[in-house]
């Protein structure tokens, strides 16, 4: 079956710092693949969304390539600001009926 | 634009009562989903509903039923409350059963079961 598995958190890092949270997952065929974010006490939003190979999505800063030869949808952001706090889910969905299947949440810390 | 609307967002239960959680999504969403988050576990489908008049079982479906009243809505139920159903519930929608389409989620129904 499919599974996503992220590297575990936290992960604390100062304002203005580069982030980079793994994401690799295990799928038949071509899915697409997401990164959610939740805020405290807040559901899970759509950051961003890739769909075939080599694309690229980004929102606010954040970006992720979709690399289907390393089974990998790495996000990354150049500068993180404490407003960036939050746990972020990586997800695929498979190709019948939209059904999401999530990693475990990264969540991320910003210091002033 | 409200999006999709869980009620109630806090509950607390004892063990063996029941409890049904409400969804709506205004959206005109085809698709709609009820999920479970735990600690460390990430988001897991408990239900789905494809569309209008049709649910089926996601990977953890015991202990609950669900309801697709109409498009607009998707209920859950526990018709005997236990303690290992103490989690934080999401009801999403997505507009077709494209895979490149989204899910938009609700804010969440915090229950607990003592």
């Known amino acids: 079956g499919n599974s996503v598995t992220q590297m575990e958190g936290p992960v604390t890092l100062s304002e203005e710092a580069f982030l980079t949270i793994n994401c690799t997952y295990t799928?038949?065929?071509?899915?697409?693949l997401f990164w959610y974010v939740q805020y405290p006490g807040e559901g899970l939003q759509l950051l961003l969304k890739?769909?075939?190979?080599?694309d690229k999505g980004s929102n606010k800063g954040f970006e992720a390539t979709y690399r289907k030869e390393t089974t990998s949808f790495h996000l990354e952001k150049g500068s993180v600001q404490v407003s960036d706090s939050a746990v972020y889910f990586c997800?695929?969905?498979?190709?019948?009926?939209?059904?999401?299947?999530f990693g475990g949440g990264t969540r991320l810390m910003v210091k002033p | 634009n409200a999006g999709v609307t869980q009620t109630p967002k806090f509950q607390v239960l004892k063990t063996g009562q029941s409890m049904t959680l409400q969804c709506a999504q205004d959206m005109n969403h085809n698709s709609m989903y009820w999920y479970r988050q735990d600690p460390g576990m990430g988001l897991r489908l408990i239900y789905y509903?494809?569309?209008?008049?049709?649910?089926d079982k996601g990977e953890v479906p015991n202990g609950y039923n669900v309801s697709r009243l109409n498009k607009r809505e998707f209920s859950l139920r526990l018709e005997s409350a236990a303690p290992s159903q103490t989690s934080v519930y999401f009801c999403?929608?997505?507009?077709?059963?494209?895979?490149?389409?989204?899910?938009?989620f609700g804010d969440g129904t915090r229950l607990s079961i003592l």
């Open positions: 999403a929608s997505s507009g077709g059963d494209r895979s490149d389409q989204p899910q938009h």
């Open positions: 799928a038949t065929g071509y899915p697409s």
């Open positions: 997800a695929l969905s498979d190709r019948a009926g939209n059904m999401l299947t």
């Open positions: 890739a769909t075939k190979a080599d």
């Open positions: 509903s494809a569309s209008e008049g049709t649910t």
